[in-house]
């Protein structure tokens, strides 16, 4: 909403207040103001010249000389515009005049005649486009007075964003309204209802067959005679940000704009039956908009006809082709109605058609201004259209839309702003707003005007208090009550810690969007059923929400690889979608946790790189197990899509597969550009804490000496190191202290598809130094037990 | 018969050998060698010792005397030797086994927390401070959560205000990426009686395409707190006080009336600009004010469809971008910072 300083005085005058100091006003009162546009600022030192005389430029065709009188003396300048002529008042930027882009004008020599300024063009004063020639000024401004004055430049208009409850706040009367409240100056608006009320109008009728839709119709007529706008009422409208079409449909946009009032004029000669019947559409009844554009409509949907019942336009959206006026209308119907809201709301956003109109029924005009804005309109096309009105109006409004009543309690308005004022405090802020005011001490009887739709509830009216005491006064506290007692639930601060040892681990946390495409499944391996999709993505390739934070992850790392940094290390934690569990309607959400490394593990300088390893990844999983006491973690190398087929491993924690770790397929790398090696690992983290968790509770350290006894054995390499290590660690019970493989060997000689490994066992009891026999039984054991369960064989 | 005076003679001849030998030894090695011959078991030295037995008694002691004179020289001769050449061998291993610093250093790898994690923790961290728990809600939230709960009923204009993403399940239009995070308060008011003080960081999704400005995706934080005598005075006391730890309290909060609806009265509020305090700069496009986000007193309406007594409870919620706050606070001026992963960009935090 554009509202010209100029427009909002004709309703107050706000004396002595400046641009800057009701801009202020305007933010407190909560009509936000966005910017403010001087249209003059930028235009110094030009004033009103008349020509005297033109003659050719000696050496030049294209250019002329003008001698200008600008009040105070001549000069002659140099002009290259085509239009001007003896006898014509035009701006003239003197010397040391700036015009918009801080232009200086300056004594310029032009083809070896001096120029003592410039003639200006609507453009070069920053109004238009124009610069087809010199703006011409009316023949009787005074000269030498500043063209500001003259073209009105001197306005200030502010561009204020009206929130969805202010539609009153849409018209330059609302907003007037405010800022006289705000100011305490005078307020006056004319309103006039038409009169007297007739059946017919010009001998048209109107039927509304949907009242509650449509509560109110007035209608006038008016014989006009169709052409331009006054200049003054163009100014105002492009200052308001519409464009000036003709006089008629100019003064329907100029009272929308005044009085948040929207009107629509019909060539009353191409209303075929010369009437008007509003009714719901039929469930694919097409019309075709002014805009030209045929629409489909549905049963929900409001149509104004003419008298054969054929639609002539969306009511309160947008006008037909067929009965627009028009060069040659002559006689014109003027409909002012009020439409319910809501039904305006849904037909404009399923149509996706809006338009100033809707934007201001469906937010909710005042039904009570019908009359009295058709009743300005016919006023200003007397004025400007020729108008001859017709006698009488038609005012079809069977259930008058009555102020709503309101009470409001002065302990109430101070329990909830945190304030004490008093009723008599109360019913001041309240009054200027058009709220009138009875009742006892403790509370107020409010009557609300029906220009403020928003106004229903008691809050509704400790809203406008708290606005007019300006939230500047209000104190600022905060709440004292001792059942505040903050902080972080466990499973929130285990969530902190995943992201925690990660970056300890060297990992950078990126964030990916949620939104894939299938296709970025497929290239990473995975399937693409079971997915949430997207109903109205704006792009396809975001039309999925994200199964798996891996796809992301990776393209991640192959943006990196791109920008030339192919040794990344990161992770992501995040939702992960996945279809609704039973009964449920929402999908199923888990938080999940994703890291890779990508390409080199970089050491010192001077030493190479070593390509990352699967190794690389269990570390950083090894110590999220550890930094979440989950002790019954482990690795089932089986084969996981998008992996590596024998080096990949399910992540199974107490039983349950949780995620998947190991080395990323070559064919992903492949399809993702990537730097290999890459090496990935994905936990679903929800299912990571639920799962059982060592306490806090800590051990005793032992102050005896230990044994170590270090054993070889020759296994089959397909049995994992990690099983023997278990196996060693349940055999050794409580006494042993630490199991550690320390040797890999592999030959020949151990037989094919055979591997030597190696331990080293510590065993210390915490009461005691263990004998010599207590530690050959517990070697013996851990022996024997290896042996039965893997059928190694202890290599001497 | 050899006299004492003999193996005194020779006691000292050795002595004088043995020294001369140590200082020429050119090495530990050579330094060795000679300490065996003058200072080991067949050393000379040690047959004039035998010899004393030879020796009358009465001239024993001079023999003894410079046998042991003798001995005492020789070995202050090889430790003196033996210093040099061990401090001739320490430097040159010094000078062989050096290493230059500056060719390092392995690279230790800290990883880097993502920027709007490091705020959004801060502020969690902030609110904690302030006594509030942090509550949590899902990303895809049904119409009711979304919307008609927080008093946006079909069709309220109020809703154009939202862009919204909706997702392919159940009826149309039913299921939705939540356009913000105040659903959370409304299931946090189902699931606790009051009193409740929360804050809900997570994310929030509107119709949009990544670019420098935009993101389909972003993080606010909303807060809830619902009490027995709860005022607007509170309100705008907690959001100055959350300003004024996290930016300083040399930043002022402002206020707006405002329109949402789910709370009334709304405010929206902005502190003074970081960056110029107030001046103006392009930060705050120059109007010395950077907008932060929206609050307000909860609804009636809101508290009736969760079964909390508006006339008992009262209560404020408030909501804004952590984005922008991150945008702030580290000078990132193009949205798709945070969502590339690009880590000549992460690194830096």
Request: glycine share 8%.
């Amino acid at each position: 909403m554009r509202a010209p300083l100029s427009w909002i005085r004709e309703f107050t005058p706000l004396e002595g207040i400046g641009v800057e100091a009701i801009a202020d006003a305007l933010n407190q009162l909560g009509l936000e103001v966005e910017g403010i546009d001087e249209p003059g600022r930028d235009v110094n030192g030009v004033v009103a010249a008349r020509i005297l005389d033109v003659v050719p430029h000696p050496d030049a065709d294209r250019i002329r000389l003008a001698d200008v009188d600008f009040g105070d003396g001549h000069v002659r300048v140099v002009c290259g515009a085509p239009n001007i002529e003896a006898g014509m008042v035009v701006p003239f930027a003197r010397v040391g005049a700036v015009l918009p882009g801080d232009f200086k004008i300056e004594r310029r020599t032009i083809r070896g005649v001096v120029s003592e300024g410039m003639l200006c063009s609507a453009r070069e004063l920053g109004l238009g486009d124009d610069h087809d020639g010199i703006l011409s000024l009316p023949d009787n401004a005074p000269l030498g007075t500043d063209v500001r004055e003259i073209l009105g430049l001197d306005d200030a208009v502010f561009d204020l964003s009206i929130t969805p409850n202010r539609p009153d706040a849409m018209g330059i009367v609302g907003v007037a309204r405010e800022l006289a409240a705000h100011f305490g100056s005078p307020f006056s608006v004319d309103e006039r209802e038409p009169a007297p009320l007739f059946d017919e109008v010009a001998g048209a009728r109107v039927i509304v067959e949907a009242p509650d839709r449509c509560p109110r119709f007035v209608a006038l007529a008016a014989r006009v005679v169709m052409g331009e706008s006054p200049a003054w009422l163009q100014r105002r409208l492009v200052l308001a940000g519409m464009r000036p079409i003709s006089n008629v449909v100019d003064v329907t946009n100029y009272v929308m704009l005044e009085r948040c009032r929207p009107l629509h004029a019909y060539d009353l000669a191409k209303l075929p039956g010369r009437g008007i019947v509003v009714r719901l559409a039929a469930d694919g009844e097409k019309m075709t908009t002014l805009d030209g554009v045929e629409r489909t409509l549905s049963s929900a949907d409001l149509l104004i006809c003419d008298g054969e019942r054929r639609p002539q336009g969306i009511a309160g959206i947008m006008g037909g082709a067929e009965a627009e006026v028009s060069d040659t209308t002559t006689e014109i119907l003027l409909e002012s109605a009020y439409f319910e809201p809501s039904g305006i709301a849904l037909t404009s956003k399923r149509l996706g058609l809006r338009s100033e109109a809707s934007a201001r029924f469906e937010r909710g005009v005042d039904p009570n201004n019908a009359g009295t804005g058709a009743d300005r309109a016919m006023e200003l096309l007397v004025e400007v259209a020729g108008a001859v009105p017709a006698a009488g109006a038609i005012d079809v409004y069977p259930e008058p839309i009555e102020r709503k009543r309101i009470t409001i309690r002065t302990e109430r308005v101070n329990a909830l702003l945190g304030t004490s004022l008093s009723r008599d405090e109360i019913a001041a802020y309240l009054t200027p707003l058009d709220i009138t005011l009875d009742g006892p001490v403790d509370e107020l009887g409010a009557t609300v005007p029906t220009f403020r739709p928003d106004l229903e509830r008691e809050i509704d009216l400790i809203e406008e208090v708290a606005r007019r005491v300006g939230l500047d006064s209000i104190a600022r506290t905060v709440p004292s009550s001792a059942a505040k007692i903050g902080g972080l639930s466990s499973r929130q601060r285990d969530r902190r810690a995943v992201g925690d040892v990660l970056v300890g681990a060297g990992y950078d946390e990126v964030y990916t969007l949620p939104l894939l495409a299938p296709a970025d499944l497929t290239n990473v391996g995975l399937e693409t059923d079971g997915l949430i999709e997207v109903e109205n993505p704006l792009r396809a390739e975001e039309s999925i929400l994200r199964p798996a934070l891996l796809p992301g992850l990776l393209r991640s790392v192959a943006y990196n690889v791109a920008h030339g940094a192919p040794d990344v290390a990161l992770f992501e934690s995040g939702t992960v979608f996945g279809l609704p569990r039973p009964g449920e309607s929402l999908p199923a959400e888990r938080h999940s946790v994703a890291f890779a490394r990508a390409h080199h593990a970089r050491r010192a300088p001077h030493e190479p790189d070593r390509d990352v390893d699967v190794y690389d990844a269990t570390a950083a999983l090894d110590a999220l197990a550890q930094e979440l006491r989950i002790t019954d973690i482990r690795l089932d190398a089986v084969a996981v899509p998008g992996f590596h087929p024998t080096r990949a491993a399910r992540v199974v924690v107490d039983g349950r597969a949780v995620g998947a770790i190991g080395e990323v397929a070559a064919t992903v790398v492949d399809a993702l550009s990537l730097a290999g090696p890459v090496v990935a690992c994905e936990i679903d983290v929800d299912a990571l804490l639920e799962s059982a968790r060592t306490d806090r509770m800590s051990s005793p350290v032992s102050r005896f000496p230990a044994s170590t006894v270090d054993l070889a054995f020759v296994v089959d390499d397909r049995i994992p190191a990690a099983a023997l290590q278990k196996t060693l660690a349940a055999a050794g019970g409580e006494l042993v202290e630490n199991v550690a493989l320390f040797d890999v060997f592999r030959s020949d000689a151990l037989g094919p598809g055979k591997v030597s490994l190696a331990f080293s066992l510590r065993f210390r009891a915490v009461d005691r130094t263990l004998t010599d026999d207590e530690v050959s039984a517990l070697r013996k054991k851990c022996i024997d037990a290896v042996v039965a369960a893997h059928g190694a064989e202890l290599r001497s | 018969m050899t006299t004492a005076n003999d193996l005194a003679a020779r006691a000292e001849t050795t002595a004088r050998e043995g020294a001369d030998a140590f200082a020429a030894a050119g090495s530990l090695d050579e330094l060795a060698d000679a300490e065996r011959r003058f200072l080991g078991k067949s050393s000379a030295l040690n047959e004039i010792r035998e010899a004393i037995k030879s020796v009358d008694g009465s001239e024993r002691a001079v023999v003894g005397k410079a046998v042991s004179g003798a001995r005492a020289d020789l070995e202050a001769a090889y430790s003196a030797r033996r210093e040099i050449l061990d401090g001739e061998a320490a430097a040159l291993s010094a000078t062989r086994d050096r290493l230059d610093l500056t060719l390092g250093p392995r690279e230790y790898q800290r990883g880097h927390m993502h920027p709007v994690t490091r705020i959004g923790r801060e502020l969690e961290d902030v609110f904690v401070g302030l006594g509030y728990k942090v509550a949590e809600g899902p990303e895809v939230e049904t119409d009711w959560y979304n919307f008609e709960s927080l008093n946006f009923p079909p069709g309220h204009p109020a809703r154009a205000m939202q862009d919204t993403l909706y997702v392919r399940l159940g009826e149309r239009e039913s299921v939705m990426l939540r356009t913000h995070t105040s659903p959370v308060q409304v299931r946090t008011m189902e699931s606790q009686p009051p009193p409740i003080y929360v804050v809900a960081p997570g994310r929030a999704f509107r119709r949009d395409t990544l670019d420098a400005r935009h993101s389909p995706v972003f993080h606010q934080i909303e807060g809830l707190a619902v009490d027995e005598g709860i005022t607007l005075s509170d309100l705008l006391g907690t959001i100055e006080a959350f300003i004024h730890a996290l930016f300083g309290s040399d930043i002022k909060a402002r206020f707006l009336p405002s329109f949402f609806p789910f709370t009334e009265p709304s405010v929206e509020f902005a502190m003074s600009c970081v960056f110029c305090r107030g001046e103006g700069c392009a930060v705050c496009s120059r109007t010395g004010w950077v907008e932060l986000g929206g609050a307000g007193m909860v609804d009636p309406n809101v508290f009736e469809a969760v079964g909390i007594d508006p006339e008992k409870y009262t209560g404020f919620a408030f909501g804004f971008g952590i984005d922008r706050v991150v945008q702030l606070l580290y000078g990132v001026d193009h949205i798709k910072n945070l969502w590339d992963g690009d880590v000549r960009f992460s690194r830096q935090f």
